[in-house]
């Protein structure tokens, strides 16, 4: 037995029936779309009634294109779409002009340094060697989009290295950033897989100033992390300014709907290197 040849499979792969399939010749029984192979039929994958389907799909096609690329952890950038890159600031000022929008353009140019800072983070974090079983670790992970998310993917660029980006469908038309690896791009349907995906590997978060997707994103993984559903790990706040603007952490403590170690889970920082540091010396400590 030992010198014959043991297939691996006895069926024959669904690309090469769908290949079979699609030279059928034409009667009214073929053309009809009720003889479609189920798998190749988009219109039946579309029905209302194959959500749950299309759910296990979009859970499914990040998860083993990540695993074959080798992604062991990420590095996750949560921030605001409108933030501009610092050289842009100046023109996004002065196209305001002198109207109601002047001071929300003035404040936008003034956030546009933490672009230089999310993209230097990005390149720190790329720079993390693998694993011993050779899985890459902190692989910058974005939203894929404009601003803050194209900083993040644009510093792992900077040093030559892969970055991810979970884009989303939206009725405005977008497309992914450029620095996004494009093997290592997708685009979701669905915004609780694609925040499902942001977090499966995610051992570090970093979250800039940001609006209503920057809240949800980032307060869900808080939720998760308070009720235990997700082990405790580094999430950083860029600037406190902002932060403690928006939101008053303090009053929530006082009013009793969040505890005072809530606080904890997150830590304020303003640098690159001081939210690189934060994250080494949090691992470090777990070691």
């Given amino acids: 037995m030992t010198d014959r040849h043991i297939p691996k499979r006895v069926f024959s792969p669904a690309r090469e029936e769908a290949e079979t399939a699609s030279k059928q010749v034409s009667t009214p029984q073929t053309s009809d779309p009720a003889y479609r192979l189920a798998f190749a039929d988009p219109d039946f994958l579309l029905r209302e009634d194959l959500r749950s389907v299309r759910f296990q ?58 672009y230089d800072e999310a993209r230097k983070l990005a390149a720190l974090a790329s720079g993390t060697a693998p694993s011993q079983d050779g899985k890459r670790q902190f692989v910058v992970c974005s939203g894929g989009g404009p601003s803050i998310m194209e900083a993040a993917n644009r510093g792992a660029d900077d040093v030559g290295a892969e970055s991810i980006g979970l884009n989303i469908v939206l009725p405005f038309e977008q497309a992914p950033n450029p620095y996004v690896t494009p093997k290592l791009s997708f685009q979701f349907h669905y915004f609780a897989l694609r925040k499902m995906h942001f977090l499966l590997r995610a051992r570090a978060v970093a979250v800039f100033p940001g609006g209503f997707g920057t809240f949800d994103e980032t307060f869900e993984l808080l939720t998760l992390i308070q009720t235990g559903k997700v082990t405790p790990m580094p999430i950083l706040f860029y600037g406190r300014d902002f932060w403690t603007r928006v939101i008053d952490f303090d009053a929530l403590v006082e009013e009793g709907v969040i505890g005072a170690q809530d606080l904890e889970l997150f830590r304020f920082v303003e640098t690159a290197e001081e939210g690189w540091a934060a994250v080494q010396d949090y691992w470090a400590s777990r070691g």
């Fill in 57 to 114: 799909l979009e859970l499914l096609k990040p998860e083993l294109l990540l695993t074959e690329a080798g992604i062991g952890s990420t590095f996750v950038f949560y921030g605001s779409a409108r933030i501009p890159e610092p050289s842009k600031a100046a023109a996004l000022v002065e196209a305001a002009g002198d109207g109601p929008r002047a001071k929300v353009a003035a404040r936008l140019a003034e956030k546009s340094k933490y």
